[in-house]
């Protein structure tokens, strides 16, 4: 058996998540639009028993927030589990968007690269959005810091290339045990991707600067006592101001009754059953600079 871990880095919005998810051939991350969805380390495993002749293969891929300039210790801290990520696995994917143009938050990732010992690759994401001129100047860019393995070209969206350079990163797995059983695709427990779910939704149908002032607690969750009765989940939405409040519940409740349908029907499929939906809107002023508050909900890197 080969197996190792791959530690997927970038910046916010380059689509480290819909490329991992992509790589699994399934949904374990949460992806949207907005940067900053991706807020603590996920864990998606690609097990191939038959891989290599039947030797077989695990990967562990760790995805990891988006590595920014930090606004408040929220910030701070999803830097810090990203990058502490680098340190301790066999190779390093660091993902870029293909339509953005180098720039210093660029240059401040290489950095940070040149002190992590693990080989690296690079994918070039977006190439649907691309014109091969954009991927030539970003490639010799990226090639000039003799950082890279290897470069590859990609499309989470499409798939394009993807399964190529997932071969690739396997090539980097070493005679290991395997981790975790084959039908594990990540070891996340079930409350914490429910939460997630509901966040993606949050983050997908609110606008500007309140999603990410959002975090999302599951209070109760009660299987049902009979099969073929609902699951009972009661998740508690935490906003940072009163006014956020108000825009996420929305006129007559629309908001949060779209938010809590769509929530619900991804956690029915991932639970294979029906689920019985409550949401709350609290307010806790100001969480994201509260060191207590963010090391209680978890984004704090022990
Ligand atoms: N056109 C296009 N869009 C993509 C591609 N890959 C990802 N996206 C989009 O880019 C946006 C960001 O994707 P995510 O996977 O959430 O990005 P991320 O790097 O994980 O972002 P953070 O978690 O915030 O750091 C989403 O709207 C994706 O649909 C791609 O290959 N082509
Ligand atoms: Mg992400």
Redesign the pocket.
């Known amino acids: 058996m080969k197996s190792g871990f791959i530690g997927i880095a970038?910046?916010?919005?380059?689509?480290?998540?819909?490329?991992m998810n992509a790589m699994l051939g399934e949904k374990i991350?949460?992806?949207?639009?907005?940067?900053?969805?991706?807020l603590n380390r996920i864990k998606g495993i690609y097990t191939d028993l038959e891989h290599g002749d039947g030797e077989g293969l695990q990967m562990i891929f760790l995805?990891t927030?988006?590595i920014h300039k930090p606004h408040n210790k929220l910030g701070s801290a999803i830097n810090e589990t990203a990058i502490n990520t680098l340190s301790g696995v066999d190779v390093i994917l660091l993902?870029v968007d293909g339509t953005m143009e180098f720039g210093k938050g660029d240059e401040s990732i290489i950095r940070i690269l040149r002190d992590a010992e693990a080989p690296k690759l690079l994918a070039i994401?977006?190439?649907?959005?691309m014109s091969p001129e954009q991927y030539l100047a970003l490639y010799n860019r990226y090639e000039e810091t003799g950082l890279f393995d290897d470069i590859y070209g990609?499309?989470?969206?499409?798939g394009d290339n993807v399964e190529e350079l997932r071969e690739r990163l396997a090539g980097y797995m070493e005679d290991g045990p395997m981790y975790y059983p084959e039908d594990i695709a990540t070891d996340d427990p079930v409350r914490f991707i429910c939460s997630e779910i509901i966040r993606e939704k949050l983050m997908n149908y609110l606008e500007d600067e309140v999603p990410h002032g959002v975090f999302v607690e599951i209070e109760s969750f009660k299987e049902p006592e009979e099969p073929g009765r609902a699951t009972e989940i009661g998740a508690v939405i935490y906003c940072e101001k009163k006014s956020h409040k108000g825009i996420i519940i929305g006129r007559g409740g629309n908001k949060l009754k779209g938010v809590g349908k769509a929530a619900r029907l991804e956690i029915e499929e991932l639970l294979g059953c029906k689920v019985f939906l409550s949401l709350f809107v609290k307010v806790k002023e100001g969480w994201r600079d509260s060191e207590r508050t963010i090391k209680n909900w978890g984004y704090k890197d022990e």
């Open positions: 970038g910046r916010p919005n380059v689509g480290k998540s819909t490329l991350a949460i992806t949207s639009a907005k940067p900053q969805t991706t995805d927030p988006g993902i994401n977006k190439m649907d959005l990609v499309s989470a969206l499409r």
